[in-house]
């Protein structure tokens, strides 16, 4: 398995701001995945953290909204950028540490904008 | 786009009664399949991992199956205990480096 933190853990923010979450695991992996599960919802695939690489993005969503970084197998970020109230959800870091394995996942960060 | 659809939307038993968790997903080249809970206020805690394939996988009282012709995964759960409360979805991956397609979950109230 992997043990996976994420910060913060909540925040309330301003219309028109941006927050950087963070999410770090304790070993590397080979894949890490941003997930939205907004309320009362099941979770969205937002894109794939790629090492080294440009994020790819599910449809739907795009790097100006969601930009993304991972510069190592530990670790990834992941931007809301100019937040809107409809950015109020719960944002999720997954990582598989082989393909094919189970995925694991942090404890989410709840965000609300007002 | 894929779809995961689960049935039934939720559930509530009395404590110690077997239940059956349907899902269904429309990937024909599914490569594997994950149950998870999760609890209010909380991530999601992986439970069962299938490979296109396996058949079933089994962990203390549950036990997950998967029938990739039909489309089809169940998790069953034995005994069932009020600790077993929570929302339980059904994801699938059509890759082995694929994000995962969620089912919206069933959200289990064991009854004590």
């Known amino acids: 398995s992997a043990v996976i933190s994420q910060k913060p853990s909540r925040d309330i923010c301003q219309r028109g701001t941006s927050l950087t979450i963070q999410c770090q695991v304790d070993?590397?992996?080979?894949?890490m995945f941003w997930y939205r599960q907004q309320p009362g919802q099941s979770l969205t695939l937002i894109a794939t953290?790629?090492?080294?690489?440009?994020?790819?993005?599910e449809s739907g969503f795009v790097i100006d909204k969601f930009p993304i970084s991972r510069p190592n197998l530990t670790f990834s970020t992941l931007t809301v950028s100019n937040m809107s109230p409809e950015d109020s959800s719960i944002y999720l870091c997954?990582?598989?540490?082989?393909?094919?394995?189970?995925?694991?996942f942090g404890p989410g960060t709840r965000l609300l904008v007002l | 786009k894929q779809e995961v659809t689960q049935i039934p939307a939720a559930l509530s038993v009395p404590e110690g009664e077997n239940l059956v968790l349907n899902c269904s997903f429309t990937?024909?080249?599914?490569?594997?399949l994950q149950w998870f809970r999760q609890d209010p206020g909380k991530g999601l805690t992986s439970l069962l991992l299938?490979?296109?394939?396996?058949r079933e996988q089994t962990s203390g009282r549950l036990n997950a199956s998967l029938d990739k012709s039909s489309g089809r995964s169940t998790l069953y759960i034995a005994a069932s205990q009020p600790g077993d409360s929570a929302t339980y979805l059904c994801?699938?991956?059509?890759?082995?480096?694929?994000?995962?397609?969620f089912g919206k979950g069933t959200h289990l109230i064991i009854q004590p």
């Open positions: 070993s590397q992996v080979t894949m």
């Open positions: 299938i490979q296109s394939s396996q």
């Open positions: 953290a790629n090492q080294g690489s440009e994020a790819t993005y």
């Open positions: 990937d024909s080249a599914i490569y594997n």
């Open positions: 997954s990582v598989q540490p082989r393909p094919g394995e189970t995925q694991y």
């Open positions: 994801a699938e991956a059509g890759g082995g480096a694929d994000g995962l397609t």
